[in-house]
């Protein structure tokens, strides 16, 4: 799965509410919106 190649690979995800207009706007535009998830710590944003 996607979640399995990012924790292999160490890739950070960003967990956030897609349906919640504008949010992929936001974070495509670089703001922190959701909960980056990295392998050393889960940070809210």
């Known amino acids: 799965t996607a979640l399995s190649l990012c924790m292999e690979y160490s890739i950070p995800i960003v ?3 897609l349906f919640k207009k504008g949010n992929l706007n936001r974070i495509v535009s670089g703001e922190k919106v959701g909960t980056l ?4 710590l ?3 944003e």
């Not at 998830?37 to 050393?40: A, K, M, Q, R």
């Open 15 to 17: 967990v956030f509410d």
């Open 42 to 44: 889960a940070t809210e």
């Open 37 to 40: 998830v990295t392998e050393d």
